[in-house]
């Protein structure tokens, strides 16, 4: 897995690789975490950086005691394929 460190600003993930910031912007309300929209850049695209930022941001929610509501589509798809991570949907 390439160097990475995930950074929570309060309204969005970043994560870093490769000098490229792929980033998930999210809301908050209560015990609940809103995933509004995730972005790699094109550059970071098929090399899973996507995926290792969302399985970061849900192992932090899962730490926080945080359910997750994507509304970006990729988010859904990737909650629904991540078995690990899925009881965190709601």
């Known amino acids: 897995m390439p ?9 969005r993930y970043e994560m870093d690789e490769q000098g490229l910031t792929s980033y998930a912007d ?4 209560g015990p609940r975490m809103y995933l509004d929209y ?15 930022l969302m ?8 730490d ?7 509304i970006c589509g990729y988010a859904a798809a990737w909650l629904r ?3 690990e991570f899925r009881d965190l949907v709601g």
């Open 81 to 83: 394929r991540s078995p």
């Open 26 to 29: 999210y809301r908050l309300d």
């Open 38 to 52: 995730v972005f790699s850049p094109p550059a970071l695209r098929g090399s899973g950086a996507s995926g290792r």
């Open 64 to 70: 926080r005691g945080l359910k997750i509501t994507p």
């Open 55 to 62: 399985s970061a941001l849900s192992q932090d929610a899962r």
């Open 3 to 11: 160097d990475t460190t995930l950074r929570d600003t309060g309204a």
